[in-house]
């Protein structure tokens, strides 16, 4: 939108398009995956603690188990004996989960978290790029803010179906948003073009 605001040139406009989808997707799954690393450094050295504790202070750790479910509602008796049986199925995830809310069979993949966000960057750019670059010179911008205004719409709605939220306030945040990035870099488009 940006170059737009500045030039008519379609070979400009897709230059600039493809190199801000790329460094976009690439920038994306790098912020992504540095965040999801974090999480999982952090997760395993909770991980690990947590079993030093239990091979160094087995008692404590089934008391604390125990006085966990019994903030939970469970009488004494029966919180001990559910800490007593989770400990012997499974110490490390009992614990991990009702200490710590981490399920150690299902650490976060950094990999997986950048890939997915990569390609989700990439899947959202590729409506705009493709409308402002086939689109004729005297319409390709409203087209593109059209098209991105209803895909914006679309994607809201379909969030808040999926977490059963309200859908208008959704549409409204997706479409407002999109529409205010739009406008702001077409205005700085526009007015480094003519100052350039």
Known sequence: MGVAGATTDRTAILIAGVAGLVAGALSMATGEYVSVSTQRDSELALLEKERRELRDD????????????????????????????????????????????????????????ALASMVAFTLGALLPLLTITLASADVRVLVTVVSVALALALTGWASARLSEGPPGRAVLRNVGGGLLAMGVTFAIGNLVGTQV
């Open 58 to 113: 087995p008692v404590d750790e089934l008391e604390e188990l125990a006085g966990i479910y019994m903030g939970k509602g469970l009488t004494e008796e029966l919180a001990l004996e559910v800490a007593q049986q989770l400990t012997a199925h499974d110490a490390l995830g009992a614990h991990a989960e009702a200490e710590l809310g981490i399920d150690p069979d299902d650490i976060s993949s950094p990999w997986a978290a």
